[in-house]
């Protein structure tokens, strides 16, 4: 079994500090093989948020799979976000274009959305949906296979889904992915894109996390998600704040069928 714990939207330089103490508590006793960032680990990219972000992280004893959001681009500072957008996300986390890990059962690839231009919206560029392929078609048949992105595939509060989505869709139908991560929208919920884009055959599991530890939340409480993978089967695990300490409040168990994944009700 592999269990991903998939944070999104840390905004340190709005973090909730009290939540920094109890999410590095709960994540130790959950003890994931690998944990996913997607994107928003600072309110306005300044180094001192970068440099608080990244010691959070490096005081989890967890590999790490880390994408930027567009908070991690500099938007009140033109010539850093034009010149160099993402510079000092890239000094604190490397400049992988694909940033990946893999165990026996499972790989999870992760690729960047954020753009200076598009500053909101985010974008899935041409040359990206090729090389991700090349990576895709390179793994193993078998392999549980996790995309990573910052801004969503879904959205279903009217805020727009990452710009190229449909016609990353197609290839990643083709290439196996069974589960797309993605953060942006501070609401936590899933989806199967079959049910968002007319015309998809094959299903893709979309998990949206909500804010892990932003004080700015867009009514429900901070959360992440943690992911248990086990042959034909997974299930996606909501530990939100209550009172002070993360707590396991939903989980939704998926079954692989031949008509692609079913939900198979609350898992254990
Ligand atoms: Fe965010
Ligand atoms: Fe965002």
Redesign the pocket.
């Known amino acids: 079994m592999t269990t991903i714990a998939h944070l ?2 840390l ?1 340190f330089g709005s973090e909730d500090p009290a939540l920094t103490v109890a999410l590095r508590e709960d994540l130790l006793a959950q003890r994931p093989d690998v944990v996913v960032v997607s ?2 680990l600072t309110q306005r990219a300044r180094s001192r948020e970068f440099a608080a972000a990244t010691a959070w992280l490096e005081s989890l004893p967890f590999p790490r799979v880390v994408v930027p ?1 567009n ?1 991690d681009v500099p938007l009140w500072n033109p010539f850093a976000r034009l010149r160099a957008p993402l510079a000092r996300f890239h000094r604190h986390h490397g400049d992988d274009a694909f940033p990946a890990w893999r165990d026996q059962h499972t790989a999870v690839i992760g690729l960047c959305t954020a753009r200076s231009l598009l500053w909101k919206a985010g974008r899935i560029s041409a040359w990206q949906v090729d090389e991700l392929g090349a990576m895709l078609r390179a793994l193993p048949a078998h392999l549980f296979k996790v995309v990573v992105t910052h801004h969503p595939f879904v959205d279903d509060s009217g805020g727009g889904t990452v710009g190229g989505a449909a016609r990353a869709l197609d290839l990643l139908e083709d290439w196996g992915v069974d589960l797309l991560l993605a ?2 929208l ?1 609401r936590g919920f899933n989806a199967d894109v079959t049910a968002w884009y007319p015309g998809r055959i094959r299903s893709i599991i979309v998990a949206q996390a909500g ?1 892990a530890l ?1 004080v700015r939340r867009r009514g429900e409480a901070n959360g992440y998600n943690l992911i248990a993978v086990s042959g034909d089967r997974f299930a996606i695990a909501v530990h939100g704040e209550v009172d002070g300490t993360f707590t396991r409040i939903a989980n939704t168990g998926f079954r692989r069928s031949e008509r692609g994944w079913i939900t198979c009700g609350a898992a254990g």
């Open positions: 999104s939207d905004h994107g928003d959001g908070h953060g942006h501070h804010t932003s």
